[in-house]
Structure formats: C-alpha cells, structure tokens
C-alpha cells in the first residue's frame, strides 16, 4: 500500500473550469514532486518542494500552479487547461537529500475536454 | 545521447525463463540507481535500489557497471505477475529523478 495519497483518482474538467489535485505523505520526507506521465511514456518532472520552498520548475506553463501548504501537503491547482494536459499526474516523496529513492502516489488520471 | 536510455522492448518471455534489462546513463557522476515497476495505469513502485556495485532481492539482481555506465536488471524464473514496464531512474542533480522510457516485459504461461 502507497503511503503517498492523491485525491481525486480520476478527474475531468473543462478547459474554463479550475480544480486541484492533492497529496498528502505520511513518511516524514521533506522533498515532494508533481510529475506527469503521458500514455506509454515514462512520467516527466514539473516541479519539485524542498523543505516546503519550490526548488525546481522544469518551465511548466502559468496555468499549472504548484503550492505546498507544510511538510505533509502538497497541491496542484489547474486553470484553463488544454486537452492536450490530459495525462495521469504523479505525486511522490522523497528525503530532501539527492540521490535518493522516491516514493509514488497512486496518481490522478486527468482528462480535460 | 540521452541521460538514461533503455530498450522499450517487449520483451515477451515464457514462465520460468530468466531475462535481463539493460540501463545505460550518461552522467558518470551519478551514485545511485534505481528499477521502479508499473504495472498498466498504476504508479511507478521501488523495486531495487543500486548504490554499490549491485543489489539483489530473491529472483531480482541488479548490477552496476561504473566503467561502462550501465546498470543491468535480472529477473530468474519469471512469473505471470512479473509482466510489467521496468524503468531504470538515475539521480542527476539535485533531487532530480531521470527516466529511462521503459522496458515492457510480458510473461507468458
């Protein structure tokens, strides 16, 4: 069992309509990543939280707008988005140090229509 | 050439053969390694982790080559739920997790 939750599961929203995605992580990690994985591709970062502070942005579009509320929390807010974001987004954790293993939430399929 | 490049396969296999995975990464700098698991529409999960010259696990070893750059995945007598993609992750600067594309190996009864 993941010890990483992501709410909802499964999400479909219009390309006017804004939601979040959620996570939240147990394990006591200090580093946490939203990821994006498109059908038979491996996941792609977007954006990394150490210690609570946005420490990497791989130059994510506006509309895709991270927050890290404290050490166990982190969303992901969506605003105008294009079909083409249609993908499952990964959360994970990890000990803030590189180098090491991290670990994945069960993911939020999204679909935008 | 790419961070972390791997074979996409598929690897189709009968139940019980032994199969093998390779990874090659570019940065010579990196210390560990990683082999996550996803199964289809699921998360990737941990499989092996390599910070030596290898790891093994049961019917799971994994082998580091530090002169040649890769890192090999074994898998001995394979079952029906080892059917899965196989992604080779190496660390590449600070907290950032490169992918390979993945391997696909279908077992087969």
């Known amino acids: 069992d993941t010890e990483v939750t992501q709410t909802p599961k499964h999400l479909v929203m219009g390309m006017t309509n804004k939601k979040s995605l959620k996570c939240e992580q147990h394990?006591?990690?200090?580093?946490m990543y939203w990821y994006k994985q498109k059908a038979k591709k491996p996941p792609e970062l977007m954006f990394v939280?150490?210690?609570?502070?946005?420490?990497i942005n791989e130059s994510v579009p506006s509309r895709f707008s991270p927050e890290c509320p404290n050490s166990s929390l982190l969303n992901l807010h969506l605003h105008a988005l294009q079909p083409e974001d249609s993908a499952l987004y990964l959360c994970a954790s990890s000990q803030p140090r590189g180098g090491t293993e991290a670990f994945f939430g069960q993911g939020t399929r999204l679909t935008v229509v | 050439r790419k961070e972390v490049e791997q074979d996409p396969g598929p690897f189709n296999v009968p139940e019980g053969a032994t199969v093998a995975f390779n990874c090659t990464y570019s940065n010579s700098a990196s210390q560990s390694f990683f082999w996550y698991r996803q199964d289809c529409r699921k998360e990737p999960k941990l499989l092996m982790s390599v910070y030596s010259s290898g790891n093994e696990d049961g019917r799971f070893t994994a082998q580091l080559n530090r002169a040649s750059q890769y890192i090999s995945l074994l898998i001995r007598d394979s079952k029906l739920s080892d059917s899965a993609t196989y992604l080779c992750?190496?660390?590449?600067?600070?907290?950032?997790?490169?992918f390979g594309t993945g391997t696909r190996l279908l077992v087969s009864p």
């Open positions: 394990m006591g990690h200090r580093a």
């Open positions: 992750v190496v660390p590449t600067g600070f907290q950032k997790l490169v």
């Open positions: 939280y150490s210690y609570e502070k946005l420490s």
